[in-house]
């Protein structure tokens, strides 16, 4: 073999060995979505957490916002952040003073999305590839369609703030 094949060769070599992981198997995701909600409300905002069967690198969405009489959003308080799944749990602090949020009734919703998701973050790639880049391989009693898109949602309501007649 000439030093020139023998270049060409390795060359083939590295492009097909390097970019397919050497062979490590790709990591298993279980679609079947389960998340927790747990808060804790304390007098300048609210501490949200919980568990996932998502996998490190999952992104959550989290929105705070308050609900008019009615039960119905009222946009004018909202407050919103995306959290990094890490060792299958996630949390949060939202302060609620700093956000500028009345006294009330609050909604805390915590949904896994995969292509909408605010601020221009994304999903990993192992995460579109596991669940469908419309979230169409998506499982589970919390899955529900959101538009063309399937999501994974958890809600929970609280008051907080020094509400009226208090």
Not at 28 to 39: G, M, S
Request: glycine share 10%; proline share 5%; hydrophobic share 40%.
């Amino acid at each position: 073999m000439t030093q020139q094949s023998l270049v060409v060769l390795l060359t083939i070599l590295l492009l097909v060995v390097i970019p397919s992981g050497c062979g490590a198997p790709a990591q298993e995701v279980d679609t079947n979505v389960q998340i927790t909600l747990e808060r804790q409300v304390d007098k300048d905002g609210v501490h949200v957490w919980g568990t996932t069967t998502l996998p490190d690198g999952a992104i959550l969405f989290i929105q705070i916002s308050s609900l008019a009489p009615s039960g119905l959003i009222e946009w004018t308080g909202v407050a919103w952040d995306t959290i990094e799944v890490k060792g299958r749990q996630y949390s949060a602090y939202f302060n609620l003073k700093e956000w500028r949020f009345e006294p009330g009734k609050k909604r805390i919703w915590v949904a896994f999305i995969i292509r909408s998701l605010p601020g221009g973050k994304s999903q990993p790639g192992f995460i579109i590839e596991a669940f469908g880049e419309k979230g169409e391989n998506m499982k589970g009693e919390l899955v529900d369609n959101l538009g063309e898109e399937k999501i994974a949602e958890v809600a929970d309501t609280f008051s907080w703030g020094k509400l009226p007649g208090n």
